[in-house]
C-alpha cells in the first residue's frame, strides 16, 4: 500500500521532499529519443576510458573496487551479455556527438527536462544524466545518494527497493556521517520494510536523497539513465535531507560529504 506514483506536478511537488521514493506517471513527461541496442552501447562504453567497470555482485556493501577495464574489453559480447557486470559512465556528454550513441541527447532530453523542472518553480545547482547499466542477475548494493535522482528505466528490467520508513534505518546522525562503501543493509531489514518497484522499458522513479536503497537486474542486461540534482529547490526551498545537510555544512566547515559540483558540457 506505500506504492505511489505522482499523477501530476502538483502531486510531485508533495512527494519529492520524502521521505519514500515514488513512481512518475507517464503522462508527465515523455523523452523522445531513440537508443541503440543494449549490446552497442555496453561496446562503446566499455571502450571509453572515463568508464566504471565493477562486478555486479549482490552484497550487503556498495561496491567501490573497479575491475580491470582491459580484461573487459576483450571479451567477446556474447560473453559479457551473459555475465553479471556493473557498468557505469558519469560524464555522457562524451557520447552526445556526432556518431555516437547519445548524439543529441543534451537537446532532446536533458534540456527537455531542464525546461520543465524551471517551469515548475524548481532551481537547481546541478543536474547532469549518468548510466547504469547492469549484467544478468547484477546489483547495485544498498548505500545512499547525494543526489536527487531521475530513474529513467530503458532496457531490461530492474528492481529498484527503498524502504518504507528510511529514518528509521538512516536516521540524521547516518545521513550526515555517511560514506559510500561503508554503509551496510541491516540484517533485520525484511521484505515488509521495503519498498521496491519493478522498473520496465519507459518507466520512471524519483529516488529521494540519502534515503537507503539497492537496484537488482533481471534475468538480462538492463540500462537506466538517472538524472542528478543537486542544491534543488522548488519555490527556493530545500527538501529536509538536502536542508540539513547543508546546515552541518554551515555549522561545522569540512565536516560531512563534499558538495558535488558537476554539469554536462
Known amino acids: 500500500m506505500m506504492h505511489a506514483t505522482a499523477k501530476d506536478w502538483t502531486d510531485l511537488g508533495t512527494r519529492w521532499v520524502g521521505p519514500r521514493n515514488f513512481r512518475i506517471a507517464p503522462s508527465m513527461i515523455d523523452f523522445d529519443f531513440t537508443f541503440a541496442p543494449i549490446d552497442q552501447i555496453i561496446d562503446e562504453m566499455r571502450h571509453d576510458e572515463e568508464a566504471s567497470i565493477k562486478s555486479g555482485l549482490k552484497a550487503t556493501k556498495l561496491e567501490l573496487a573497479t575491475q580491470s577495464t582491459a580484461n573487459f574489453q576483450q571479451l567477446p559480447m556474447e560473453q559479457v551479455m551473459e555475465r553479471p557486470f556493473a557498468l557505469a559512465h558519469f560524464n555522457l556528454a562524451r557520447f552526445d556527438a556526432p556518431g555516437k550513441f ?38 547495485t548494493n544498498y548505500h545512499m545518494d547525494f543526489s536527487h535522482v531521475l530513474a529513467w ?8 527497493c527503498g ?23 541491516p540484517t533485520d531489514v525484511r521484505e515488509e520494510d521495503s519498498l521496491c518497484y519493478d522498473m520496465r522499458p519507459g518507466d520512471k522513479l524519483w529516488n529521494v536523497l540519502l534515503t537507503p536503497h539497492w537496484v537488482e537486474a533481471g534475468d538480462e542486461p538492463a540500462m537506466s539513465i538517472n538524472i542528478s540534482h543537486g542544491a534543488l529547490r522548488l519555490n527556493g526551498q530545500l527538501s529536509p535531507n538536502e536542508s540539513e545537510l547543508e546546515a552541518l555544512r554551515a555549522a561545522k566547515p569540512g565536516q560531512g560529504p563534499t558538495r558535488l559540483v558537476k554539469s554536462y558540457r
Not at 531542464?114 to 515548475?120: I, K, N, S, V
Not at 524502504?163 to 543493509?185: C, F, M, Q
Request: proline share 4%; with cysteine.
Open 163 to 185: 524502504l518504507v520508513d528510511p529514518d528509521h534505518w538512516a536516521d540524521s546522525s547516518v545521513r550526515n556521517t555517511y560514506i559510500p562503501g561503508e554503509l551496510a543493509k
Open 102 to 139: 547519445l548524439h543529441g541527447f543534451g537537446d532532446r532530453v536533458l534540456q527537455r527536462w531542464q525546461d520543465t523542472l524551471a517551469a515548475q518553480g524548481f532551481t537547481w545547482e546541478r543536474c547532469y544524466p549518468i548510466i547504469f547499466i547492469s549484467g544478468k542477475g547484477s546489483a
Open 153 to 160: 528505466q530503458v532496457f531490461g528490467t530492474k528492481r529498484f
